[in-house]
């Protein structure tokens, strides 16, 4: 029996609220939302941010400053619906990526601890295909950085696609959030 | 301490000790590249088409040590922005001073009326008013991109009549400008730059290559200004 919305939603949220307050999945989401967004502003530029890094003479100071540059770019030179989409992406990720952690940890515990087998081929069947049953894909992110990427040559499209990317990353965390319960709460 | 318990900070410690990593590497790759700026003068493996003297479409001192070269479409909306501040800033600080100068290399994206405009690019050199062609082009261009609206990109408002009035504000003579964009005087050296473009693996406008260095979009003023700086610095 399939519970309405009303009910799942707060449920949801409640449960992504639980995981995401605490320190680790605080840490895991912001560092992931950040590198999320530096991959979206930098990607086509990696090649130069590859070399800026490796090879040209600037203290370490001015390289952490040039990648920062980059990060100012997107609120500068962006047009805000624009700029707001991929920060929404970026913090999404993150709270995707934290939940998904917190799911796989508990499932890999429970796979260990009831069958004694390793959890290796669950990590790959999530990490090369997605995960189907907790709502989490890699479709998502590549949407995302799709949508983002394409704004510098039509910007329109891109952000049809960012914001795609952001129903599909709520709709992921909700859904993660909903299997939250089946997990041991208790347990951090 | 088990599995279960241990993960997540063991990920928050893969974190720290990546960022901390990154960071050591940044350390060491600055000290090693210091003593050795002759590093700098490797142009990336991107840029192939090295600028001659006898390119027509430049801005500037023929004579600058410094050559920024831009891959343009005048309708393009991003090449718009970039040309409006960061453009306007190098200009200003690099290009009017004589440390830089610039070298367009049209790159039509949007329409064959963008292919036309830069194609008057040359008419505009060949009477010596390419910079001011330039400047009228792009600002015309933002006259139809206000407020964020971007439609006038797919639509085809840099006709022959509308490219001539624009030439004859900036100063060139209509009837001559009008007469070279029939033409086909400078089919190959337009043809040159796109070709230069595949060289160079241009896949996009705007693209701008400062040292031998490939940006692309419309980035911040300091990106630019730091790879002018090293370019100025190169013994």
Redesign the interface.
């Known amino acids: 029996m399939s519970l309405s919305p009303t009910v799942t939603i707060p449920i949801a949220v409640r449960n992504i609220a639980f995981v995401i307050t605490r320190l680790p999945y605080l840490l895991i989401a912001a560092g992931v939302a950040f590198l999320f967004c530096g991959l979206i502003v930098w990607l086509f530029n990696l090649p130069l941010v590859w070399h800026v890094l490796t090879e040209l003479p600037l203290s370490i100071s001015q390289k952490i400053q040039f990648l920062w540059y980059g990060y100012t770019g997107l609120l500068a030179n962006s047009n805000r619906t624009f700029a707001t989409l991929t920060i929404m992406n970026s913090l999404l990720a993150g709270v995707q990526t934290s939940l998904l952690w917190w799911i796989l940890r508990n499932r890999l515990h429970k796979l260990k601890t009831q069958t004694g087998t390793s959890g290796l081929p669950l990590i790959l069947a999530i990490v090369s295909g997605g995960c189907a049953a907790c709502g989490g894909s890699l479709l998502t992110p590549l949407l995302s950085a799709l949508g983002a990427t394409s704004s510098a040559l039509i910007s329109t499209i891109g952000q049809v696609l960012l914001f795609v990317s952001t129903l599909l990353f709520t709709y992921s965390i909700y859904r993660l959030g909903l299997q939250i319960p089946r997990q041991e709460k208790h347990e951090s | 301490m088990?599995?279960?318990?241990s993960?997540?900070?063991l990920?928050?410690i893969c974190?720290i000790t990546g960022g901390v990593a990154a960071?050591g590497?940044?350390?060491v790759?600055?000290k090693n590249?210091?003593p050795?700026?002759a590093?700098?003068k490797?142009v990336?493996k991107?840029f192939k088409s090295i600028p001659s003297t006898t390119e027509p479409l430049f801005i500037g001192a023929s004579s600058a040590p410094i050559t920024i070269v831009e891959y343009v479409d005048f309708k393009?909306?991003?090449c718009n922005?970039y040309q409006q501040?960061a453009g306007q800033k190098i200009r200003r600080e690099y290009v009017d001073t004589g440390k830089a100068k610039i070298v367009l290399r049209p790159y039509p994206?949007f329409g064959e009326d963008a292919g036309l405009a830069l194609y008057g690019a040359y008419c505009a050199a060949s009477q010596n008013k390419f910079p001011a062609y330039y400047d009228a082009v792009f600002a015309h261009m933002s006259t139809l991109y206000k407020d964020?609206d971007?439609s006038a990109a797919a639509q085809k408002v840099l006709t022959k009549p509308a490219l001539v009035g624009i030439a004859q504000g900036a100063g060139i003579e209509g009837s001559l400008f009008g007469a070279c964009l029939d033409g086909t005087t400078h089919k190959r050296a337009f043809e040159a730059a796109q070709h230069a473009a595949a060289r160079d693996s241009v896949q996009?406008?705007p693209t701008i290559f400062i040292g031998g260095?490939?940006?692309?979009?419309?980035?911040?003023y300091?990106?630019y200004k730091?790879l002018l700086e090293?370019s100025a610095h190169e013994p």
Do not use: F, R, W
């Not at chain 2, 088990?2 to 318990?5: E, G, N, P, V, Y």
């Open positions: 088990s599995m279960h318990t993960l997540p900070k990920l928050v974190l960071l590497a940044l350390y790759s600055s590249a210091a050795q700026p590093q700098n490797s990336s991107s393009c909306p991003k922005a501040d994206v964020g971007y996009g406008t260095e490939k940006i692309v979009g419309n980035q911040p300091q990106i730091t090293l």
